[in-house]
């Protein structure tokens, strides 16, 4: 996902009645992740009308997920009710996650919760050598440092298609940490973290490759 996903013409009124405002919020959603940074026009039409958009998304066995105090909404999957009748069809697919991907994403929440717990920036913005330096430790050891950096380069690339990084525009190579990640690595999931980050080391030891069948 790039980070220009939610540019868009000026917006129609995104008043209660705005049909058109409307619109524009649910495509936005239907397009990924909302972000009240990357699009605070569209924020606030959602802010307007969530109660529209939850009844809308309902219909198709979707639950709108807004947190305003970090500033993003997506569309989810809406559990499933055993008391009811068929299932209606997935609209948001499951992803399944590599290894190294999967690894990106819990090294990324850890340095997350590390900063937030410092007080200072509610941003946190990181170097693809930070974060490669972060990998290294679990990743089979390599002499061959450009085809470690092209790997990274296309585990990175999959975290920003997730919305879980940013691409900081006019710095090459800096990514913004998206406050998204905590809604997908949670505070019990964390709390397990260096378990899971043993397994991970173990995994590498036992496999002895970074790659893993993506889905």
Do not use: C
Not at 51 to 62: C, I, K, Q, S
Not at 134 to 143: G, I, S
Not at 166 to 189: C, N, P, S, T
């Amino acid at each position: 996902m790039n980070e220009n996903a939610f540019e868009t013409p000026p917006p129609a009124d995104f008043g209660d009645d705005g049909g058109e405002g409307l619109s524009q919020v649910l495509v936005a959603l239907f397009r990924g992740v909302l972000h009240r940074d990357a699009a605070p026009a569209l924020w606030q039409g959602l802010l307007n009308l969530q109660a529209r958009v939850r009844d809308y998304v309902a219909v198709l066995g979707l639950e709108l997920i807004l947190d305003e105090a970090e500033g993003y909404a997506y569309l989810r999957q809406r559990p499933r009710d055993p008391d009811q009748g068929d299932e209606l069809p997935r609209l948001v697919a499951r992803r399944q996650l590599s290894y190294p991907v999967s690894l990106l994403l819990a090294l990324l929440r850890k340095k997350l919760a590390e900063h937030d717990a410092t007080g200072g920036d509610t941003r946190l913005v990181l170097s693809r050598e930070q974060i490669v330096e972060q990998m290294r430790v679990f990743l089979p050891e390599t002499a061959n440092e450009a085809r470690l950096l092209d790997r990274m380069d296309s585990h990175i690339n999959k975290a920003v298609e997730l919305g879980m990084l940013r691409r900081m525009r006019g710095q090459e190579h800096r990514y913004e940490v998206r406050r998204i990640l905590k809604a997908f690595v949670d505070a019990q999931w964390l709390g397990q973290l260096d378990e899971r980050l043993r397994g991970y080391r173990a995994y590498i030891e036992g496999s002895g490759t970074d790659e893993a069948s993506e889905g």
